[in-house]
């Protein structure tokens, strides 16, 4: 059974830092498409970082801000938060693809809110 948890979200003032992770089991995160997405209240979900761990691409409102990284090791990825702004404040979601497979596989997400 594929599960992907997701810890490390919170309240933080504008212009902090978070750092989220997102532990897998069931699949192993070195041969899978792993991203992170995000929604925020009354808006869609959006990609925030997508192919994690290889050549990893941001969605522009967050380039040269937050950094996507893969432990191999520990079967988890990262997302790295700095500079928060107010719009930043979404549910994080961890999303999965083992390489090859049509299964796609998302965490419960953590919240996020960017507030003084």
């Known amino acids: 059974q594929v599960q992907l948890v997701e810890s490390g979200g919170g309240l933080v003032q504008p212009g902090g830092s978070l750092r989220l992770s997102c532990a897998a089991s069931?699949?192993?995160?070195?041969?899978?498409?792993m991203r992170w997405y995000r929604q925020a209240p009354g808006k869609e979900r959006e990609l925030v970082a997508g192919?994690?761990?290889?050549?990893?691409t941001y969605a522009d409102s967050v380039k040269g801000r937050f950094t996507a990284s893969r432990d191999n090791a520990k079967n988890t990825v990262y997302l790295q938060m700095n500079s928060l702004k107010p719009e930043d404040t979404a549910v994080y979601y961890c999303?999965?693809?083992?390489?090859?497979?049509?299964?796609?596989?998302w965490g419960q997400g953590t919240q996020v809110t960017v507030s003084s």
């Open positions: 999303y999965a693809q083992p390489l090859g497979a049509l299964s796609r596989y």
């Open positions: 192919s994690v761990g290889v050549s990893t």
């Open positions: 069931g699949l192993s995160v070195s041969i899978s498409a």
